[in-house]
Nanobody, 114 residues
Framework: QVQLVESGGGSVQAGGSLRLSCVAS????????MGWYRQTPGRQRGLVARITRDGYTMYTDSVKGRFTISRDNAKNTVYLQMNSLKPEDTGVYYCNSVPSTLNWGQGTEVTVSS
């Protein structure tokens, strides 16, 4: 069974940075577009960044210019570098394929205080 393990979350003040990582086991990332999703209380889980197998990236408007998604296919790892964090970035972050066809991991929690 495919496992996705996210890490790197934490509590930071507004303006700070975090780098999230997602490692997959029992699957090769290489052929799949991958993405980072964010879930906040009372809202559906939404895609914030995606990257194709060739490295083409797309971002939701609210994170453009602040977040950078990258991937290392050899390590089956996807990263999300988050800079200039805002309180509205608070939530639980998950990685998955795009569309999300893999089993969800436990996520990693990000809390940004003002």
């Amino acid at each position: 069974q495919v496992q996705l393990v996210e890490s790197g979350g934490g509590s930071v003040q507004a303006g700070g940075s975090l780098r999230l990582s997602c490692v997959a086991s029992r699957i090769s990332f290489g052929l799949n577009p991958m993405g980072w999703y964010r879930q906040t209380p009372g809202r559906q889980r939404g895609l914030v960044a995606r990257i194709t197998r060739d490295g083409y990236t797309m971002y939701t408007d609210s994170v453009k210019g602040r977040f950078t998604i990258s991937r290392d296919n050899a390590k089956n790892t996807v990263y999300l570098q988050m800079n200039s964090l805002k309180p509205e970035d608070t939530g639980v972050y998950y990685c998955n394929s795009v569309p999300s066809t893999l089993n969800w991991g436990q996520g990693t929690e990000v809390t940004v205080s003002s």
